[in-house]
């Protein structure tokens, strides 16, 4: 039996201006969210 290798990432949410679904994100929730749109 070949077994393979599964990698599971946990990503949190980037920072935003408050806790309401439709809060907006912070610059550094910006830039978070940028990073990890490149991350791979």
């Known amino acids: 039996?070949?077994?393979q290798e599964?990698?599971?990432y946990l990503?949190?949410?980037?920072e935003a201006k408050g806790q309401e679904p439709k809060s907006s994100?912070?610059?550094n929730g910006l830039?978070?969210?940028k990073e990890l749109?490149?991350?791979s």
């Open 31 to 33: 830039m978070q969210a």
């Open 11 to 14: 990503i949190r949410h980037c």
């Open 6 to 8: 599964k990698v599971i």
């Open 25 to 27: 994100l912070t610059n």
């Open 37 to 39: 749109a490149h991350f």
């Open 1 to 3: 039996m070949n077994r």
